[in-house]
């Protein structure tokens, strides 16, 4: 198989086969003879060199690059057998731009070539299939500073429970903010903003050098930051404690939020809310209209209340992801509990596609 087919297989497999900026970037990416290697994956190793008339030894060598630069995947990362290719373009996109050392502007092109397959093909996809899911794939998680001492809490939407569960976790780098930073577009909630991963995916990720153990208490220092920076944690939407990844999401980088946004899809396709709801105290609201702007979710307006400018939160948008409540400048917004246990499913209802 030439090259050039090659590429398109790539594409194809990953739902865009007629994408010129997809393939642009796997041309960055990866050598003809690499994508020939990815296109006849799943397989050993050796196998797919026999198959494709390579020496194994250069084989092996292209397939290690191409684990490492997040191009494929193993079932075992040591002897790498079992490799397959990206299944879909959202593990693509967050595997090839998360290393965690990488600086982005040392690299401008791979991100102007990641943010030009989102803009032009990717964004646009991800809004139109999030338009057709029948419920939310993911739930907001309360901050933990807002909610820990709460007594009905859940266990499924405390944060601190919820890593507890976790055997290992790394962190690793956001392939969203990177790409906006490497524009020269960075993030307006946090400059150091990273994913965290679980499990088997945090082991992957540790191994091919795109992320750092980190422990328990490590883990929720960083989430504790990120809450005060006004980002958004999410989770699975079900009850479960049982997850690869645990985003931190922001409107102006995140691909969870702003393809939605720029589509005109209803966010509750994508997200649902905590089982809590921001609310203005309408007397301390001082009409700053910084909660506005801080919303990623387009819930709040400025509206007259007896006279008067105030910020008030649409109950039928808000998401429940404090955002506003902790980066309010004058305590103004309370943060109640709205919804029943039972909002919270006992099993996954909707799965990524």
Not at 81 to 86: G, I, L, M, Q, V
Not at 149 to 163: A, G, Q, T, V, Y
Not at 187 to 204: L, M, P, Q, W
Request: aromatic share 8%; charged share 25%.
């Amino acid at each position: 198989m030439s090259g050039k087919d090659s590429y398109g297989v790539l594409m194809k497999n990953l739902g865009f086969p007629e994408s010129g900026t997809l393939r642009a970037l796997l041309e960055y990416l990866i050598s003809p003879r690499q994508a020939g290697l990815a296109a006849a994956m799943p397989g050993h190793p050796d196998d797919l060199a026999e198959k494709l008339g390579m020496d194994k030894a250069a084989a092996m060598s292209d397939i290690h690059d191409m684990y490492r630069r997040g191009i494929i995947f193993p079932k075992n990362r040591y002897t790498m057998e079992k490799c397959r290719f990206a299944k879909t373009a959202g593990e693509f996109h967050d595997a090839i731009g998360s290393r965690l050392t990488n600086d982005p502007e040392a690299e401008p092109m791979l991100y102007k070539l990641i943010w030009d397959f989102r803009r032009s093909d990717m964004d646009k996809d991800m809004a139109e299939r999030s338009a057709k899911y029948e419920a939310p794939i993911i739930r907001v998680v309360p901050p933990y500073i807002l909610v820990k001492d709460h007594p009905e809490l859940l266990p499924s939407e405390n944060l601190k429970e919820l890593i507890s569960a976790q055997s290992l976790i790394a962190e690793a780098g956001c392939t969203c903010r990177k790409t906006k930073r490497a524009l020269k577009d960075p993030c307006t909630c946090t400059s150091d903003g990273d994913c965290i991963v679980f499990g088997r995916a945090a082991e992957n990720c540790i191994t091919r050098g795109t992320a750092k153990e980190i422990t328990q208490e490590e883990a929720m220092d960083f989430f504790i930051k990120m809450e005060e920076n006004g980002v958004i944690h999410n989770w699975l939407n079900y009850a479960g404690t049982e997850l690869y990844i645990m985003c931190n999401c922001c409107p102006c980088c995140c691909i969870a939020i702003h393809p939605l946004r720029e589509h005109g899809v209803d966010y509750h396709k994508w997200w649902t809310p905590s089982r809590w709801e921001a609310k203005v105290d309408a007397e301390l609201c001082a009409s700053c209209e910084q909660c506005v702007d801080y919303c990623g979710f387009e819930a709040i307006e400025m509206q007259e209340v007896e006279g008067e400018d105030k910020a008030v939160v649409l109950p039928e948008k808000c998401m429940g992801c404090g955002a506003c409540v902790i980066r309010c400048p004058n305590d103004s917004i309370n943060f109640d509990l709205v919804r029943p246990p039972e909002h919270i499913p006992e099993k996954l209802v909707a799965t990524f596609h």
